[in-house]
């Protein structure tokens, strides 16, 4: 089980509107507290917790300040998921993380948990928690990947990627972009087998859009 997990909370939260023009997307209450700190519950019991911040970043890092939590900061500029990764990398260390967005709900099992029961880093670079559109509340569009039997992830598909998963991270270094998506890395995980995918049994709510907060506390409080 990684002992690191790396939050996900520097974007600019534009498909919010007018709910992030004063504050981050994470800081948005959702059933009585803010988003972040729902995605917070999930961490405990984990060793080194890391938080990522560009887009207002002092309200996170004052949010956080009476914590163990650290913050990587962002600046001049965002730098995607797989760069803050990468940026992020000192303060996690060098063994397989935990990553986490912070704009969604879940109800049902511990997903870093469900991640931990599947994870086999002899097979695998990446684990990513997928769920199937009928179990994703919220989502617009279609899926991401699909699951193959032997649990490889391919691209189309009809499951959605929940923003949870386990993923190695020394190829992180193979990509010469300084802002560049997880996507990329993915892609060099996938031409050699060792990007998987595990269903989550229970219920996701993307909370990265308005309407997304009323579903979310519907389905918590459900």
């Not at 939260?13 to 504050?23: Q, Y």
């Not at 990007?195 to 229970?202: E, K, N, R, S």
């Amino acid at each position: 089980m990684p002992d690191a997990v790396m939050l996900f909370a520097a974007g600019f939260g534009t498909r919010m509107g007018a709910l992030t023009k004063d504050k981050p997307k994470p800081m948005i209450p959702v059933a009585g507290k803010p988003l972040l700190d729902h995605a917070l519950d999930l961490t405990e019991g984990v060793t080194t917790r890391v938080v990522n911040a560009h887009y207002h970043a002092d309200q996170i890092k004052a949010h956080l300040s009476d914590t163990d939590i650290s913050v990587s900061s962002e600046t001049p500029e965002i730098l995607d998921t797989g760069g803050g990764l990468r940026h992020a990398l000192p303060l996690l260390g060098t063994n397989p993380v935990y990553t986490l967005n912070t704009d969604a709900a879940w109800r049902g099992p511990n997903p870093l948990h469900q991640l931990a029961k599947t994870w086999d880093p002899d097979t695998m670079d990446a684990l990513l928690l997928c769920v199937p559109l009928d179990r994703a509340i919220g989502r617009k569009g279609g899926g991401d990947f699909d699951i193959g039997s032997d649990g490889q992830l391919t691209r189309p598909g009809d499951v959605v990627f929940t923003g949870a998963q386990i993923i190695k991270t020394d190829r992180l270094a193979e990509i010469e972009e300084t802002v560049f998506s997880l996507r990329e890395l993915w892609s060099l995980m996938a031409d050699t087998g060792r990007l998987h995918g595990a269903l989550y049994p229970g219920q996701w709510c993307d909370v990265g859009h308005p309407d997304g907060i009323a579903l979310a506390e519907d389905m918590l409080h459900g």
